[in-house]
T-cell receptor, first 115, second 111 residues
C-alpha cells in the first residue's frame, strides 16, 4: 500500500528557533499533500494544503509567514515552523492522496516541543 | 461550517462487540471516513462511506445515514490491540480534499 514517511518523529527546540518537518510519499507521486495539527485530546485540524510547484493554500487563522510550506517535488513537502514558541508545541501530521477516492495516507507524525 | 460529534471514551471487553457513533452537521457532504489512531501515531484508514448503508470489512463495519447525519463504526470480536482512538471525519463537498475530523473516541479494551 501507499506509504508516507514523515521526519523527524520528535523534535525539541528552543523558543525563537525554526524547525523543518519533511513529508515524503515513498511509492507514489503526490501533487497535493496536507498538513494537520493535533493538540492533546483534540481533533486533527487542517492547517494547509501543499501544492507541488505552486503556493500552499492556508486555512483561516493559520499564519502563512509562520508556517512555511514548500512542495518542491512530487514526493516531498516540507513544513517549517519559524520562530517557534511554546504554544506551537503540538503533533503535526502530513497526509497525501494516492489516487483513489478514499486513498489518503497519513505520515507517522512529528511531536514538536518548544521549550 | 461542520460539526462532528462522537463520544469521548468507551470501554469494552475483549471478544465483545462495540459500536462507536458519530453525528455530523454539515453545509455539504462528500463522504465519511473512519480512522484508527494509536497514541502518538498517525491515523490509519478503516472505512469510507458515501452512500447510505453498511460497509463491511472483516471485523470492522461502518454504517451511514445521510438523512440523519449519522454514522457508526462497529467492531466485532474485540482484541486488545483494538485499544485506540477512532476518528470520524467528513469530507467537504466543495473541496474534495478537505476533511473535518471529530475529536475522536478513545476505546479501551479490557480482558
Amino acid at each position: 500500500g501507499a506509504v508516507v514517511s514523515q521526519h523527524p518523529s520528535r523534535v525539541i527546540c528552543k523558543s525563537g528557533t525554526s524547525v523543518k518537518i519533511e513529508c515524503r510519499s515513498l511509492d507514489f507521486q503526490a501533487t497535493t499533500m496536507f498538513w494537520y495539527r493535533q493538540f492533546p485530546k483534540q481533533s486533527l485540524m487542517l492547517m494547509a494544503t501543499s501544492n507541488e510547484g505552486s503556493k500552499a493554500t492556508y486555512e483561516q487563522g493559520v499564519e502563512k509567514d509562520k508556517f512555511l510550506i514548500n512542495h518542491a517535488s512530487l514526493t516531498l513537502s516540507t513544513l517549517t515552523v519559524t520562530s517557534a514558541h511554546p504554544e506551537d508545541s503540538s503533533f503535526y501530521i502530513c497526509s497525501a492522496r494516492e489516487g483513489t477516492d478514499y486513498g489518503y495516507t497519513f505520515g507517522s507524525g512529528t511531536r514538536l516541543t518548544v521549550v | 461550517g461542520q460539526n462532528i460529534d462522537q463520544p469521548t471514551e468507551m470501554t469494552a471487553t475483549e471478544g465483545a462487540i462495540v459500536q462507536i457513533n458519530c453525528t455530523y452537521q454539515t453545509s455539504g457532504f462528500n463522504g465519511l471516513f473512519w480512522y484508527q489512531q494509536h497514541a502518538g501515531e498517525a491515523p490509519t484508514f478503516l472505512s469510507y462511506n458515501v452512500l447510505d448503508g453498511l460497509e463491511e470489512k472483516g471485523r470492522f463495519s461502518s454504517f451511514l445515514s445521510r438523512s440523519k447525519g449519522y454514522s457508526y463504526l462497529l467492531l466485532k470480536e474485540l482484541q486488545m490491540k483494538d485499544s485506540a482512538s477512532y476518528l470520524c471525519a467528513v469530507r467537504e463537498i466543495y473541496n474534495f480534499n478537505k476533511f473535518y475530523f471529530g475529536s475522536g473516541t478513545k476505546l479501551n479494551v479490557k480482558p
